[in-house]
């Protein structure tokens, strides 16, 4: 059975910073390209960061670039996200996916999709 559980969201005042985590099981994580996207209601979702199986490669919206850090475990099996400078239009629900090709995981198709965490930033 395949679980993608994330953690770590909350509420945080503008210029704080949150540390979020994925955990995942139930399927070979260091194969798999991960990701989190992010969405606010009316919206669709976008792609904020993504890292590849090897941690070699790793990809920023211009949105999160030099704010947000992508990072992950595959010991642990576990994928982070660490936000720092934390703006009100970083409000979202935060998801994290896996996804077996790099392409599909920025296009949206992912194979593994968590539950979602919710970040809210007070102004």
């Known amino acids: 059975q395949v679980l993608v559980v994330e953690s770590g969201g909350g509420l945080v005042q503008a210029g704080g910073s949150l540390r979020l985590s994925c955990s995942a099981s139930?399927?070979?994580?260091?194969?798999?390209?991960m990701g989190w996207f992010r969405q606010t209601p009316g919206k669709e979702r976008e792609v904020i960061s993504a890292?590849?199986?090897?941690?070699?490669?790793?990809y920023y919206t211009d949105l999160v670039k030099g704010r947000f850090t992508l990072s992950r475990d595959n010991a642990k099996n576990t994928l982070y996200l660490q936000m720092n400078d934390l703006k009100s239009t970083d409000t979202a629900m935060y998801y994290c996916?896996?996804?077996?090709?790099?392409?599909?995981?920025?296009?949206?198709?992912?194979?593994?999709w968590g539950q979602g965490t919710q970040v809210t930033v007070s102004s």
């Open positions: 139930g399927f070979t994580f260091d194969d798999f390209a």
């Open positions: 890292i590849s199986p090897n941690s070699a490669t790793t």
């Open positions: 996916t896996a996804s077996g090709g790099w392409a599909k995981l920025l296009g949206d198709v992912s194979n593994y």
